[in-house]
């Protein structure tokens, strides 16, 4: 089965990101959505350690440790761009300021709720960030993921079995294999990779999905 | 004449109580007090509660703080990195007690506290196994969990520039906790780069006025600024 690359998924999500948005990416996955962002489009990255306007990292050698983002590698500021103390920057957040987040997860349920932050294992040093306040703060929250686990379990399910993050957050889903909206109606099929046929992916999901009304295949291949 | 500066960290430090809450500055590194923090590690306080959004990299500046068996409680947002093998060690040998707070929590818990406000609700957590125990609300519809504010007997922090009267400008993402630790701790203790006469900073710009600050100590520092390595 054909299957999405990491930078597909980045380039896909990218699409959805209009100019003027305020965003947020999280750590990893969701980081390389920024590659992907056109030039041409001006969105403004939020960083929550306290920066408005992140630009990309800089030319080795002119590393600032003063200058960071929240997964605490060197990067740039653009021109026009602000720094603010913590309290600010998780107000952006936690205010509903932010146009978009963009995050990983271990599991999305169908009615929303995400599970990204702990694998719920009994000696797991437990560490959550900013993931919470992102889950319940951005007008949209993106998730951005596998669809199935390295051992073939659908990532999407009807109950998450690892710990909230967040309740009912997630709006739309970016996977190998789909973009999946969460509605109060449950969950929609936007489109899937090429060749990827709604009932196998129904059948791979394994939660209720519904075919949108707009679904077709292939729109990062084609439009890349 | 008022003057806040202090001649040295050890002067700075040297009423750290044992058994006191400290919060410390910095995002990773970044903003981190390391000199402070070494003053107080050779002060000597012991059984501290420390807030800090991390729980210390490598061996340096928080994490040789834990190594030398000073803290009795963390209140962090995220302990766990590639480097905290300093904290790691100590919590699963159950020598150090951890208080789990997402970081925006963590902020305006902090916030609060210098702001004089007793509770508030947000959406924060609700309905995670960080809200467990905790009282909630839905308000319009929406569930909220009640946070207090988190108070301090001293903020160490870091700054690029104060006056005689501790008013501090910050450097780039540096500044991270700086502004709400120095309002929400009786005694907040800033150190800096450098210390310029009252009125050089100006005071369209001032980002933490001088009365949430206490202490102003100078540090010696190599031309930080233009060899990053050695500062990384």
Redesign the interface.
């Known amino acids: 089965m054909k299957r999405y690359t990491r930078d597909q998924m980045a380039a896909r999500v990218a699409r959805d990101i209009p100019e003027g948005a305020y965003v947020n990416l999280g750590i990893g996955l969701p980081t390389m959505v920024a590659n992907h962002l056109p030039r041409e489009r001006e969105i403004f990255l939020h960083s929550e350690n306290g920066l408005l306007g992140m630009g990309p990292a800089p030319a080795a050698g002119s590393e600032d440790p003063d200058l960071i983002n929240a997964g605490k590698q060197p990067v740039t500021l653009l021109t026009g761009g602000a720094y603010f103390h913590h309290a600010d920057s998780f107000a952006m957040m936690r205010g509903g300021h932010l146009d978009f987040c963009v995050l990983g997860a271990f599991q999305v349920s169908a009615s929303g709720d995400l599970a990204n932050w702990h694998t719920g294992a009994a000696n797991a040093i437990p560490a959550v960030g900013g993931a919470m306040d992102l889950a319940i703060g951005a007008k949209r929250v993106f998730v951005m993921m596998d669809h199935q686990t390295k051992g073939g379990e659908s990532k999407i399910v009807a109950h998450c079995t690892y710990p909230l993050t967040g309740v009912k957050c997630v709006n739309r889903i970016y996977t190998d294999l789909a973009v999946i909206d969460v509605t109060p109606e449950g969950l929609v099929v936007v489109e899937t990779v090429d060749g990827l046929a709604f009932d196998e992916l129904a059948r791979i999901t394994g939660v209720p999905l519904r075919r949108g009304s707009g679904m077709h295949t292939d729109s990062v291949l084609s439009s890349t | 004449m008022i003057d806040k500066t202090v001649a040295s960290t050890s002067a700075a430090v040297a009423d750290i109580a044992d058994g006191a809450t400290v919060m410390i500055g910095g ?5 981190m007090p390391s000199e402070l923090i070494d003053a107080l590690i050779e002060h000597g306080a012991r059984d501290l509660t420390i807030v800090n ?1 991390n729980a210390g990299n490598g061996e340096i500046g928080l994490a040789a703080l834990l190594k030398a068996k000073r803290v009795r409680k963390m209140i962090c ?5 590639t480097d905290s093998y300093v ?2 060690a100590l ?2 040998a159950g020598e150090i007690e ?1 208080e ?9 818990r ?2 609060a506290a210098g702001a004089g406000i007793g509770a508030f609700f ?9 809200a467990e125990g905790k009282e909630t609300r839905v308000i319009n519809g929406r ?1 909220y969990v009640l946070e207090y504010p988190i108070t301090a007997d001293f903020a160490l922090i870091k700054a690029e520039k104060g006056d005689r009267w501790g008013n501090l400008v ?11 630790m120095a309002s929400a701790a009786k005694c907040a203790i800033a150190q800096v780069r450098k210390v310029v006469a009252l009125g050089e900073l100006d005071p369209e710009v001032i ?1 933490t006025p001088g009365i949430f600050v206490q202490r102003v100590v100078k540090i010696d520092v190599a031309d930080e ?1 233009s060899t ?2 050695a ?2």
């Not at chain 2, 997402?102 to 305006?108: F, M, R």
Request: charged share 15%; hydrophobic share 35%; net charge positive.
């Open positions: 995002f990773g590194t970044a903003g959004n947002s995220f302990p766990r990195q904290f790691d919590y699963h951890l789990l707070v997402p970081q925006g929590n963590l902020a305006e902090i916030r947000t959406p924060t957590a609700y309905g995670t196994p960080l569930g910050y450097r780039k993402t540096a500044r991270n906790f700086g502004p709400i980002v600024l990053p390595q500062a990384a």
